[in-house]
């Protein structure tokens, strides 16, 4: 993901080096410099505001050590630190949103990287070597994938319906659904995929991020039952066993 500093201070190169991968800005970008400057907005005030509860706080301790009455002084401070309050979560909400933003952006291409529309605008660099022939049609990695049982889509669809996914497996699935907006960028037509391309950040929201609950509670769960198998005499590792912890989705991403 670009760094929200770089991007930042190279909006317009960052907007450019889309233009050449033959994407949209806008789109991708959406509103982000009005929510970058809004987002340092409000913590730039709530850091003069921060300074100025600390400036009241002294006149408390100096009113209520001299005998005054430090009411109105404390009603301000009050009104200081709701106002404080309500500017973080504005700029923590930017920031999430800018975050989400970032996480479309794909990676810039190099200076030297020609510009084009298609694979027959690359630019032959060198060449080695002779290309495989096979005496047999090559099958896609999916298919090899899920006949030697190390991608299992169904199985982990199931296993989300239900509330049983493990941490692993959602990290997995998070990772795989990052991949949707390249694959809608690299396929030309998009109406000869079996399934429509959704929108891969809703999708994670609702299938990954609303299940954390559910992986806290598993941890849980495995807790107390090690707890209970240590009481009796049993090795944690042992429990491991038995509670039979499901393969990741993805063997190689671990």
Do not use: Y
């Not at 700029?91 to 810039?108: F, K, M």
């Not at 080695?128 to 669809?157: M, S, V, Y």
């Amino acid at each position: 993901m670009l760094d929200l500093s770089f991007v930042r201070a190279n909006l317009e190169l960052v907007e450019q080096k889309l233009r050449d991968r033959g994407q949209d800005p806008a789109g991708l970008l959406g509103d982000f410099r009005a929510l970058d400057q809004n987002r340092r907005e409000r913590i730039t005030e709530a850091e003069q505001l921060k300074a100025q509860r600390n400036k009241l706080s002294e006149e408390v301790g100096r009113l209520k050590k001299s005998g005054q009455d430090a009411t109105p002084v404390m009603e301000e401070t009050r009104a200081l630190k709701s106002r404080i309050e309500e500017l973080g979560a504005t700029a923590a909400e930017a920031d999430q949103t800018l975050s989400e933003i970032l996480s479309g952006v794909p990676n810039l291409p190099l200076v030297d990287v020609p510009v084009g529309k298609s694979e027959q605008d690359n630019v032959e660099i060198r060449k080695w070597g002779e290309l495989r022939g096979f005496d047999f049609e090559p099958r896609p990695h999916w298919e090899i994938g899920k006949q030697l049982g190390i991608l299992d889509l169904e199985r982990l669809t199931s296993r989300i319906t239900l509330g049983l996914a493990a941490p692993r497996e959602l990290v997995a699935l998070r990772k795989s659904l990052a991949q949707l907006p390249l694959l809608k960028e690299f396929t030309v037509d998009s109406s000869r995929l079996r399934e429509p391309v959704v929108d891969s950040l809703q999708l994670r929201q609702s299938a990954v991020d609303s299940l954390q609950s559910t992986v806290s509670e598993g941890r849980k769960a495995e807790d107390e039952e090690n707890a209970r198998r240590n009481a009796v005499g049993a090795h944690p590792s042992q429990t491991a066993r038995r509670m039979g912890h499901p393969p990741c989705f993805f063997s190689c991403s671990g």
